[in-house]
Protein backbone atom coordinates (compact mmCIF):
# COMPACT_ATOMS: atom_id res chain seq x y z
CA UNK A 1 0.00 0.00 0.00
CA UNK A 2 1.20 3.73 -0.60
CA UNK A 3 1.05 6.05 1.86
CA UNK A 4 -0.23 9.68 1.61
CA UNK A 5 2.58 10.90 -0.42
CA UNK A 6 2.99 7.74 -2.19
CA UNK A 7 5.23 6.04 -1.07
CA UNK A 8 5.51 2.40 -0.34
CA UNK A 9 5.53 1.21 3.25
CA UNK A 10 8.54 -0.20 4.72
CA UNK A 11 6.95 -3.82 4.48
CA UNK A 12 6.05 -3.10 0.67
CA UNK A 13 9.67 -2.73 0.06
CA UNK A 14 11.07 -5.55 1.63
CA UNK A 15 8.46 -7.70 0.23
CA UNK A 16 9.20 -6.11 -3.13
CA UNK A 17 12.99 -7.29 -2.61
CA UNK A 18 12.73 -10.51 -1.82
CA UNK A 19 10.46 -11.23 -4.89
CA UNK A 20 12.54 -9.18 -7.19
CA UNK A 21 15.51 -11.49 -5.58
CA UNK A 22 13.51 -14.49 -5.65
CA UNK A 23 13.69 -13.68 -9.70
CA UNK A 24 16.85 -13.33 -10.06
CA UNK A 25 17.68 -16.50 -8.30
CA UNK A 26 15.49 -18.40 -10.28
CA UNK A 27 16.60 -17.06 -13.07
CA UNK A 28 20.30 -17.46 -12.55
CA UNK A 29 19.11 -21.77 -12.04
CA UNK A 30 17.33 -21.93 -15.20
CA UNK A 31 20.47 -20.02 -17.34
CA UNK A 32 22.95 -23.10 -15.69
CA UNK A 33 20.56 -26.06 -16.01
CA UNK A 34 20.35 -24.69 -19.79
CA UNK A 35 24.10 -24.50 -20.49
CA UNK A 36 24.55 -27.80 -18.73
CA UNK A 37 22.00 -29.18 -21.01
CA UNK A 38 22.69 -27.94 -24.05
CA UNK A 39 26.56 -28.13 -23.31
CA UNK A 40 29.01 -30.70 -25.93
CA UNK A 41 27.92 -33.62 -24.57
CA UNK A 42 31.59 -34.66 -24.14
CA UNK A 43 30.23 -34.55 -20.02
CA UNK A 44 28.21 -37.26 -20.79
CA UNK A 45 30.85 -39.57 -23.29
CA UNK A 46 32.43 -42.30 -21.63
CA UNK A 47 36.02 -42.91 -22.13
CA UNK A 48 35.49 -46.05 -24.34
CA UNK A 49 32.97 -43.75 -26.60
CA UNK A 50 36.00 -41.36 -26.78
CA UNK A 51 38.21 -44.50 -27.64
CA UNK A 52 35.88 -45.58 -30.05
CA UNK A 53 35.56 -42.27 -31.76
CA UNK A 54 39.18 -41.72 -32.20
CA UNK A 55 39.13 -44.73 -33.99
CA UNK A 56 36.36 -43.76 -35.91
CA UNK A 57 38.27 -40.38 -37.32
CA UNK A 58 40.64 -43.16 -38.98
CA UNK A 59 37.59 -45.31 -40.66
CA UNK A 60 38.17 -47.98 -38.46
CA UNK A 61 34.75 -48.84 -36.45
CA UNK A 62 32.55 -51.65 -34.53
CA UNK A 63 30.18 -52.11 -37.57
CA UNK A 64 29.68 -54.70 -40.46
CA UNK A 65 32.21 -54.48 -43.02
CA UNK A 66 30.04 -53.24 -46.05
CA UNK A 67 27.99 -50.54 -44.18
CA UNK A 68 30.85 -48.20 -42.38
CA UNK A 69 34.35 -49.20 -41.88
CA UNK A 70 36.06 -47.47 -44.51
CA UNK A 71 39.57 -48.71 -43.79
CA UNK A 72 40.98 -51.04 -46.46
CA UNK A 73 42.83 -54.09 -45.44
CA UNK A 74 44.65 -57.06 -47.63
CA UNK A 75 44.61 -60.64 -46.32
CA UNK A 76 47.82 -62.51 -46.30
CA UNK A 77 48.49 -66.11 -46.38
CA UNK A 78 45.88 -68.50 -44.91
CA UNK A 79 42.70 -69.66 -46.39
CA UNK A 80 42.01 -65.49 -47.63
CA UNK A 81 45.13 -65.41 -48.94
CA UNK A 82 44.61 -62.24 -51.41
CA UNK A 83 41.64 -61.19 -50.28
CA UNK A 84 40.30 -57.88 -49.53
CA UNK A 85 38.18 -56.83 -46.42
CA UNK A 86 37.81 -53.89 -44.28
CA UNK A 87 39.60 -53.47 -40.62
CA UNK A 88 36.50 -54.10 -37.84
CA UNK A 89 37.06 -53.46 -33.85
CA UNK A 90 35.16 -55.73 -31.61
CA UNK A 91 34.89 -56.35 -28.07
CA UNK A 92 36.14 -59.25 -26.65
CA UNK A 93 36.43 -59.64 -22.50
CA UNK A 94 37.61 -55.90 -21.59
CA UNK A 95 40.02 -55.03 -24.71
CA UNK A 96 39.33 -54.35 -28.25
CA UNK A 97 41.03 -56.20 -31.27
CA UNK A 98 41.00 -55.76 -34.55
CA UNK A 99 40.70 -57.80 -37.80
CA UNK A 100 40.24 -58.01 -41.24
CA UNK A 101 36.77 -58.75 -42.06
CA UNK A 102 36.52 -60.33 -45.31
CA UNK A 103 32.95 -59.79 -46.84
CA UNK A 104 31.20 -62.41 -48.86
CA UNK A 105 28.50 -61.37 -51.45
CA UNK A 106 25.65 -63.38 -53.50
CA UNK A 107 25.32 -63.23 -57.20
CA UNK A 108 22.93 -59.90 -56.88
CA UNK A 109 25.98 -58.49 -55.24
CA UNK A 110 24.12 -58.36 -51.34
CA UNK A 111 26.32 -59.19 -48.43
CA UNK A 112 25.73 -62.85 -47.26
CA UNK A 113 28.29 -63.21 -44.31
CA UNK A 114 32.14 -62.45 -44.06
CA UNK A 115 35.23 -63.98 -42.36
CA UNK A 116 38.03 -62.67 -40.26
CA UNK A 117 41.71 -63.25 -41.72
CA UNK A 118 43.66 -63.58 -38.62
CA UNK A 119 41.17 -65.96 -37.40
CA UNK A 120 41.95 -68.03 -40.83
CA UNK A 121 45.50 -68.08 -40.51
CA UNK A 122 46.37 -64.91 -41.97
CA UNK A 123 47.63 -61.68 -41.12
CA UNK A 124 46.94 -58.36 -41.87
CA UNK A 125 48.20 -55.87 -44.30
CA UNK A 126 46.10 -52.37 -43.97
CA UNK A 127 46.02 -50.17 -47.18
CA UNK A 128 46.94 -46.61 -46.55
CA UNK A 129 45.47 -44.17 -49.59
Known sequence: MADV???QSLAQQGSNETT?????MA?????????VLTGTG???ATDESNFLGTLKKFGITTDTPTTASKKPCLCNGGILDQRVGTILVDRIGINYIFECQVPNFNAGGDEVGWAGCKVNGGSILVLSK
Open 5 to 7: EGH
Open 20 to 24: HEGGI
Open 27 to 35: RAFFLVAAL
Open 42 to 44: SAW
